[in-house]
Every structure is written in structure tokens, then in C-alpha cells.
């Protein structure tokens, strides 16, 4: 009897999500809600950012009325920023969020995130990229450490082992055995 395994997904697609400070203490629960929505939270952090960090990471909206509100808004409190994986990853969340203005998404989207939790058109709750290159370019500002291409798998991921892991692996362990030491660790 063969066990036949599945074979592993590869997300090929990963958003922003950040919550923002208003409604940082509700992070569990709107983790819950991304996680049952098919998400998974491949990295998470919270940080507080600088008026100047929300003013770089806000730079496209620069000179609109509301600028100055939105950078104060967000640097008044620590955010919960996660880079969020599935196929589709940013159209998905952009549906879970629901319209940028609160109030409006409480009459179209009622079951939306920001219909749930932000107060108006400014502090909606949460933030989510508008497309594959603000979500990479957003992920690249908050986790610069952030590894954004596909992982390989199969003869690219054996080839990658056989060049680069396999070496270091058999140097470091043929070491190890030449010199024998007492507590290997």
C-alpha cells in the first residue's frame, strides 16, 4: 500500500496587513478572522513608527488633505504589521476589508473588517496593500528581512541543496568528526 502525500502549496501571493493603533487590543480576534479566511501569517511584528516612517510608508499620498491626520494617526501607537500568503492573497484581503471609509462600509459590506472595527474614513482599523507591487514594495519597508521570491521546490530546491547546503553540511560534520570533541555542542 503506497501513502500518497499532497503535494505542498506554494502561496504565490502575499499581502500587508497591519492593524492599526486604535484597535490593536481586538489583534487576537482579527487574527482569528484571517486565519478561518484561508490566510496564512507567514511573518508578524508589532512596531510603533516615527511620523517620518508613516510619512515615507504613506508617501504616495502625499499632499492630499488628510496626510497629516493619517501620519499622526498611525504613529500614535504601536501596529500589528503581518505579511499575509495565499493564491490571491491581495485581491482576498481587499474583500475582507471591505471599503476604505468605515461608515460606508457598515451600509455595503456589513460583515467587512473595517465595517466591524473602524470608526470613519480615516481610522478605519486596518491597512491593506491595493496591489501585488504595493504589497511587495510595503513588505520590503516593514520586514526588510523579508525573502519575497517563491520558494523553490522540487529540482530547482534539490539543486539548490546539492550546490549550496550539501557542501557546508559535509565540511562542518567531516570537521566535527576529525577533531571529536568532547561536547560536540
Not at 138 to 147: D, N, Y
Amino acid at each position: 500500500m503506497e501513502v500518497v502525500m499532497p503535494e505542498p502549496q506554494i502561496y504565490v501571493e502575499r499581502t500587508l496587513a497591519i492593524i492599526k493603533p486604535d484597535i490593536i487590543d481586538k489583534e487576537e480576534e482579527i487574527e482569528d478572522i484571517i486565519l478561518r479566511s484561508g490566510f496564512h501569517i507567514i511573518q508578524k511584528r508589532k512596531l510603533q513608527l516615527s511620523p517620518e516612517q508613516c510619512s515615507n510608508f504613506y508617501a504616495e499620498q502625499f499632499g492630499k488633505v488628510f496626510f497629516p491626520n493619517l501620519t499622526a494617526y498611525m504613529s500614535s501607537g504601536p501596529i500589528v504589521a503581518m505579511v499575509l500568503a495565499r493564491n490571491s492573497a491581495v485581491s482576498y484581503w481587499k474583500e475582507l476589508l471591505g471599503p476604505s471609509n468605515s461608515l460606508r462600509a457598515r451600509i455595503t459590506h456589513a460583515h467587512s473588517l473595517r465595517a466591524l472595527y473602524g470608526t470613519d474614513e480615516l481610522r478605519n482599523g486596518l491597512h491593506g496593500s491595493l496591489s501585488i507591487s504595493s504589497a511587495e514594495k510595503e513588505i520590503r519597508f516593514l520586514f526588510p528581512e523579508a525573502i519575497l521570491e517563491p520558494i523553490p521546490t522540487g529540482q530547482r530546491a534539490r539543486d539548490y541543496l546539492n550546490l549550496y547546503v550539501k557542501p557546508t553540511l559535509l565540511a562542518g560534520l567531516t570537521a566535527l568528526c576529525k577533531e571529536k570533541p568532547a561536547d560536540p555542542l
